[in-house]
């Protein structure tokens, strides 16, 4: 079993930066792969960053390429979402999760999640 859990959210001006962290307990492996997904009030939950953990490879969605980082600690079994240049649309609670085997993944079909982080960006 896995347990994932986000932090680094809060309340940030447009144009500023955050930065989450997803602190992953039990029994990781190197083949996993992790994301980071997002879902505003009233609109589905959307892929936003993933990592293949022990290979090192990262996939961005086009809202967020050039915006965003995302990047892994092996040894402290914590992924990072570096978020910059934030707009308001970016706001939405935020979603680490984890997936078995290596390949990124865009759908929702990760095998854990955590329970969620608020960004919210004003304008």
Sequence with gaps: QVQLVESGG???QAGGSLRLSCAASGRMFSSY???????APGKEREFVAAISWGIGNTYYSDS?????TISG???KNTVYLRMDSLKPEDTA???CAAKKGPSIRLSLEYDYWG???QVTVSS
């Design 115 to 117: 329970q969620g982080t």
């Design 73 to 75: 600690d092996n040894a």
């Design 64 to 68: 967020v390429k050039g915006r965003f």
């Design 93 to 95: 609670v935020y979603y």
């Design 33 to 39: 792969a992790m994301g980071w997904f997002r879902q």
């Design 10 to 12: 809060g309340l940030v």
